[in-house]
């Protein structure tokens, strides 16, 4: 069974930048598609990005422009870039992979998850 873990997580002020990485391991396939979802406190879960395996990327309206997907070490280590940070952005950041048989970024494709990295953006 995949494991994923997060890593780069932090506090920044507005307009700061981080990157969230993401490791896999124990895995015995690659996923169609990788992505980054968040949460903050008494917010639903939402998605952030995704990225497939052709390369193409989709990204929540609120972060276009400002964040970017990117993977390497043959497709199974993702990455967040996160520029232009604000106060609103502040949320447990989550990792996801899809199903060995799931052949879409949808939402419900995803069910291998991090244990998530915390970004906190202060103004």
């Known amino acids: 069974q995949v494991q994923l873990v997060e890593s780069g997580g932090g506090s920044v002020q507005a307009g700061g930048s981080l990157r969230l990485s993401c490791a896999a391991s124990?895995?015995?396939?690659?996923?169609?598609?990788m992505g980054w979802f968040r949460q903050a406190p008494g917010k639903e879960r939402e998605g952030v990005a995704t990225?497939?395996?052709?390369?193409?990327?989709s990204y929540a309206d609120s972060v276009k422009g400002r964040f970017t997907i990117s993977r390497a070490n043959a497709k199974t280590t993702l990455y967040l870039k996160m520029d232009s940070l604000k106060p609103e952005d502040t949320a447990m950041y989550y990792c996801?992979?899809?199903?060995?048989?799931?052949?879409?970024?949808?939402?419900?494709?995803?069910?291998?998850w991090g244990q998530g990295t915390l970004v906190t953006v202060s103004s």
């Open positions: 996801a992979w899809t199903g060995a048989a799931r052949r879409s970024c949808g939402a419900n494709a995803f069910n291998a």
């Open positions: 124990g895995y015995t396939y690659s996923p169609y598609c």
């Open positions: 990225i497939d395996t052709a390369g193409f990327t």
